[in-house]
Structures are given as C-alpha cells and as structure tokens.
C-alpha cells in the first residue's frame, strides 16, 4: 500500500502531497509549548470560578481563625505565641489540602471525555497532566498569599529575611508539586470525581492533623509520636518554620526535599502509566 | 489514492466482554460511511482506535495510508474526533475552547484566534462566544464540540453518535454541516443508531453487531435486499377477502400475495404509487370498503432488523431500540402524487 500523507496546515482546496506537518517524537519543545497551553486552561478556569479562589483563599483564614483563637491559648498560653507556632503549618497544611483539586480535576476531565480531545491531537501525551499539575501549583500561590496576608493581618511577624521566606515558599510549592502526583494517581485512577474527594481527605487528615503541624510532638504519646516523626509533613512543617521564624533548616529541608523527590519518583510513573492505560 | 481508512481484522476484548471480533472495515477518501449496530455492538471501540485512544489486540489500522497502530503520532494530525459525550471544557468559553484546542494543534496565536472565530461563525455560536460552555444548549454543545474536531482541517473525521439526544432541528443542522464537510472532500465516519441520519448521509453503510460485519453496502442496497416494495391493503371487513384478492390481482398482477385474519392483503408489486388511483376506483366499484391502502417500501430500519435478527449470528435479547418502521400512506385521493424518497 502507498503512504501518502495529506497536508493539514494546506487551506486551499489543492492540496500538495507530502508536507504534512508530522510531528517527531522528542519534541521537547513542543512539550513544554502544550503544557503552557493547557496550564493556561487551569489558570483562565481559576479565573472564572469564583467560588474556587474564594475556597482558596477562604480556607486558610478560617483554619487560622479557628486554630488560634480557639485553641492557641489552650495549647500554647497565648494566641501570639501560637500564631507564630502554627502558621508556617497551616502554610502546608493549606496546599496538601488544595491538592485534592488536582485529583478531582483530572478525574472529571478523564470522565467528561476532555482529555479523549486532547489525546487525539498531536499532542504529547503527557502534556494534559503536566499542564494541569502545574496549573494548580500555581494555584497554590493563592492560597500562600491568603496564608501570609491575613497572617500577617492578626499579629503573624516573619523572624526571618525575605530569601528564606522565598526558600519556605519554594520547598512548600516543591512538596505540593510532588504531593499532587499521589492525588493525580487517585484521579486517573478511579471513576467518579466524587470518590476521589473522598480518599484524598481520607489520606490527607492523618498526614495533616498526624504531625507537629498544629501541637509538639512532645506533648504526644509515644506511638503517635513514632507517627508524625516518619511522617513527611512534620518535616515539611519544621523546615517552613525554620524558615519563617528562626530555628534549624538544614536537616529538615534536606529530608522534606528528599521526600518530595521520593513522591515523584514513585508516583509521577505510576500516573503516567496508569492514565496512558486507561482509555 | 489509499483508502482514508482501512481496518483488517480488528479484535478487542475486555475482560470476558469480545468487543470487536474480526472487524473489517474500509472508507475511501471523501466518503461519509455510516457504521451501525446497536448497543454494545462495538461502534465506539472502533472509533477509539480509529483516532489512537485505545489499542486494539491485534488487527491493523490504516488512516490515509499510514499505519494508525505503529505511528499514532502521525495520524493524529490527519484526523478530528467527535465524541459521544460533548468532550469541550465546560469552564471555558466557546472561544477559548478552540482557541485552546488551535494552539494544542500547533498554530500561532493570531492564526489561532482567526480559525477559533471563523469556526464559531460558521456553526453559529458567534453570538456565543465569550459565554461559558456551561450554559449552552445541547445543540449548542454539540456544535461546538463538532467544530472542535475540524480545529486542525483534519482529513479524517470520526463522529461518534453526533446527534444522540439532539432536537430535530439541531440535528437537522449537524446534518448539514457532515454534507458540507464530505462536499469539500473530507472522509467522514459516522455512528448512528438512527437509521434515518445514515440514510440520509451515508455513502455506504456497515452494520455492526457483537464485534464483526454483519452487513455492508449502500443504503439502497441494503434496502433492497430486505425487499422490493409492497402493497397493503386493510380491509373494514376481513370477510369480503376473497373478492379483494380478486380486485387487486386484476389490477397489479400475480404477484406473491398474503392475507391476515385481519382483513390484511399485502402484496408485492413494481411501481405501486401509480397502480393506487386504479386500485383504489376497482375497489370501489366492487364495494369493497377499504380501511387503509398504502405503498410500504423497505427502511433501512427493516434491513437493520433483517439483519440483526435473532439466529443470523445475533444474541436474542440486544436492543436495537430502532423507530417503527415507516409505512407510506397513501390514501386513494393524493395516490397519483409520486413520493419523495
């Protein structure tokens, strides 16, 4: 059988034969040009649903509100203290909870047949994930800035310079970037929004409230203690401390890093794998 | 020319379930091919590996020549793809949508505007655009969704069930634009479960039922191998029979010829539209009281049933689901009046 590819970019009715614009395989730039593209879709999506950026920026003051106004006398004697205490935690706390989005948006989108339509493009494949995934870490900036504002509002006082609060956002943005591929998973993998929003919250109240986000770890017993010290969000928690209220980094960021890492490795692959195999 | 697209052998299985058992299938370049079947029978397994989402176990897959199985990435820029569900971005506006869908497909930002305007002109959501995909109508969706699937000026277009759902004259106005698209030389492959749209469309049709061909060929050729037309006539009284059979047999020959106990006649006859004013008056004069008198000629609907039937390699049970059939009535004042199909 003869191949003849006919042109596509051609609008005339003659069209010449063999200009087709094939597309090669490793066409890293073209790669990046569609992640943008579609990174952009979240962002304009952002935009739009007004009720999205209210539970953004809504959600990090209501658990500011709530934590140390409520409790922060009890547990640290006054809500100063504990503003300063828990603040860098709500920080993480706030993107690990907005990453849940991630996972819901894929699983409408795989459902709604969206990604069939870019998936039938000449497109690289795994644009549509990267595009959304760096959409909503973006996203997360919101909600970073709704962190520190109204913080900053009720009494919160960086300790530290502008270059380590840069570095606190940088690794909290990291570990969102890696934590939203363990969502991704759950997005691509299973059949109704609905029920990726309900095992993401189920994973994200032991990871959250199960560390030094809120209370010391000393004050706990001793096999929760084993909990929160193994777990990556404690380590993410004191490193944002370090580096907005003083205290040691080092150790902590190079352990929040090497878990971030340790979440792509693993799930970046298996999302991929998974979202390549289900049609 | 290469066929635009050629399938051999095509076999899927999911799980216990042989969604596509052997599947053959060709459609020349500029064509409109109808693939029918009912539910399950495996039209949208076809059309997911036709536009590289899905893999088939094995089979191969020709889109204007190029091997669709070992080089998706070159089939995609040759083909468009309208699914069976609107797959448009409810929380974008009609214009971002391809606008979006442009750049995807690798044209520049001001082309990209250009084509996203002139095709929400030419399905006649221009007034739509800036507005949220979420509040247009199904027609207005599925249009848009049709227009997103000519973004790039595929040579390819696979419509999955176009107006499933869709009110008569958002139907009527997709119908068009598949007219237009095939006008201007583009291949199109169409799945229906309405008889009619392939009817009206197709260039040739391919029944479809558990995985295989069950039968292929134009939409008159199918027609006619259910049957030529008949002629029924009901009578008021199922006892003036025989003095019926006398009439009608004297107007329209010796053609095969059964009756009901109904008063029922049906006969096989050439040309019956011009025999019914004659018919009608013999009928008359002999005082037989006529219920009802009509040309009926086969549907594709009959052929579809023909051919699906219970014991032609068709499990009992499926559910075509198809409109009754059709019936010409023609009553003895207009039966001069030739029909229109």
């Not at chain 1, 959304?132 to 504002?149: C, N």
């Not at chain 2, 309405?194 to 197709?202: C, G, I, K, S």
């Amino acid at each position: 059988m003869t191949t003849t590819i006919r042109p596509t970019e051609d609008t005339s009715t003659h069209k010449p034969e063999g200009t087709a614009h094939v597309p090669r395989k490793s066409d890293a730039s073209a790669m990046v040009r569609h992640t943008l593209t579609l990174t952009w879709r979240s962002l304009v999506k952002l935009k739009k649903q007004s009720e999205q950026l209210i539970d953004l920026t809504l959600q990090p003051i209501l658990f500011l509100v709530m934590f140390v106004y409520l409790f922060g006398g009890a547990i640290e004697g006054s809500t100063h203290d504990y503003l300063q205490f828990v603040l860098p935690g709500v920080l993480v706390q706030t993107v690990v909870f907005a990453s849940v989005g991630t996972g819901v948006g894929l699983c409408t989108d795989m459902s709604t047949g969206v990604f069939d339509r870019f998936r039938s493009l000449p497109i690289s494949r795994i644009a549509p994930l990267t595009g959304t995934v760096l959409g909503d870490v973006l996203r997360f900036l919101v909600a970073v800035a709704s962190v520190f504002v109204f913080g900053t509002i009720i009494g919160f006082r960086f300790q530290t310079n502008v270059f380590a609060v840069a570095a606190a956002v940088g690794l909290v943005m990291l570990f969102a970037f890696a934590f939203c591929w363990v969502v991704a998973l759950l997005g691509v993998t299973m059949k109704q929004p609905r029920s990726v929003q309900g095992v993401s919250f189920l994973m994200m109240f032991p990871l959250t409230f199960g560390s030094n986000l809120f209370a010391k770890t000393s004050t706990m017993p001793g096999w929760l203690q084993a909990w929160v010290k193994v777990n990556p969000i404690t380590a993410v928690t004191n490193a944002s401390r370090g580096l907005l209220t003083g205290g040691p980094v080092a150790h902590h960021a190079t352990v929040a890093v090497i878990w971030a890492f340790a979440l792509m490795v693993v799930f970046i692959p298996l999302t991929l794998r998974q979202y390549n195999r289900r049609v | 020319m290469p066929d635009a697209i050629a399938v051999e052998a095509l076999h899927k299985r999911y799980g216990d379930v042989q969604a596509l058992d052997g599947l053959d299938l060709t459609v020349e370049q500029g064509a409109v091919m109808g693939l029918l079947g009912p539910n399950g029978a495996g039209k949208t397994t076809v059309v997911r590996i036709l536009a590289t989402l899905l893999r088939p176990d094995s089979g191969s897959v020709r889109v204007c020549g190029v091997d669709a199985l070992r080089e998706p990435e070159r089939v995609r820029p040759l083909i468009g793809l309208t699914g069976q569900y609107a797959a448009v971005d409810e929380k974008l506006t009609g214009f971002e949508n391809l606008r979006m869908l442009a750049r995807l497909a690798r044209r520049g930002r001001t082309e990209s505007r250009d084509r996203a305007d002139e095709l929400l002109a030419e399905f006649g959501l221009a007034d739509a655009a800036g507005r949220l995909v979420r509040t247009y109508s199904g027609g207005m969706r599925r249009r848009l969704d049709l227009a997103a699937g000519l973004i790039a000026r595929p040579e390819v277009i696979f419509l999955d069930e176009p107006t499933t759902g869709l009110d008569p004259r958002s139907r009527t106005a997709i119908w068009k634009v598949v007219a237009d698209l095939s006008a201007a030389g583009t291949t199109v492959l169409l799945t229906t479960q309405y008889l009619e749209e392939a009817d009206r469309l197709a260039h040739t049709v391919v029944v479809v039922d558990h995985g295989t061909v069950i039968g292929r060929g134009t939409p008159q050729e199918l027609k006619d191998r259910v049957g030529g037309e008949r002629l029924e006539v009901r009578l008021q009284d199922a006892g003036q029979y025989e003095r019926a059979e006398r009439v009608i047999r004297g107007v329209v020959g010796d053609g095969p010829c059964s009756h009901d106990d109904e008063g029922r006649i049906s006969v096989a006859v050439a040309g019956g539209a011009m025999l019914m004013p004659e018919l009608a008056r013999e009928l008359h004069a002999a005082q037989v009281v006529v219920a009802d008198l009509a040309v009926r000629r086969p549907t594709l609907d009959d052929a579809f049933f023909a051919l699906t039937e219970p014991g032609e390699g068709s499990i009992s049970g499926a559910d075509p689901a198809p409109a009754p059939p059709e019936a010409e009535h023609v009553t003895a004042v207009t039966a001069g009046r030739t029909d229109q199909r």
